[in-house]
């Protein structure tokens, strides 16, 4: 499977950015697909994640209620919205497909190229 994210950018504090991550390849549907973050000198960090069918969502603490994971299979795209930013969440954001796992960066099998989120304060 192939990933394509984009949707970052410069945005203030308090805002918002929607994230797309698209996914090509075969049987696309059957991964479980995961939103991270990497700053620099940091461990890539999970964000949040969505099953197979879309129907469970998986978040971290820290963007619970801010961050909302979505995926459309009709066109294999996974989307990240992402309200009330603060300038801690700049990173690069990337996006992964995993065939089992649900917040382990190591264990995924295939991710985007990322996408840079600055948060100015």
């Known amino acids: 499977v192939q990933l394509q994210a984009s949707g970052g950018g410069l945005v203030q504090a308090g805002g918002s950015l929607r994230l797309s991550c698209a996914a090509s390849g075969v049987l696309t549907i059957i991964y479980i697909m995961g939103w991270f973050r990497q700053a620099p000198g940091k461990d890539r960090e999970f964000l949040a994640a969505?099953?197979?069918?879309?129907?469970?969502?998986y978040y971290e603490d820290s963007v619970k209620g801010r961050f909302t994971i979505s995926r459309e299979n009709a066109t294999n795209t996974v989307y990240l919205q992402m309200n009330s930013l603060k300038p801690d969440n700049t990173a690069v954001y990337y996006c992964g497909a995993s065939r089992h796992t649900v917040r382990t960066a190591a264990t995924y099998d295939a991710w985007g190229q990322g996408t840079l989120v600055t948060v100015s304060s």
């Open positions: 969505v099953s197979a069918s879309g129907a469970v969502t």
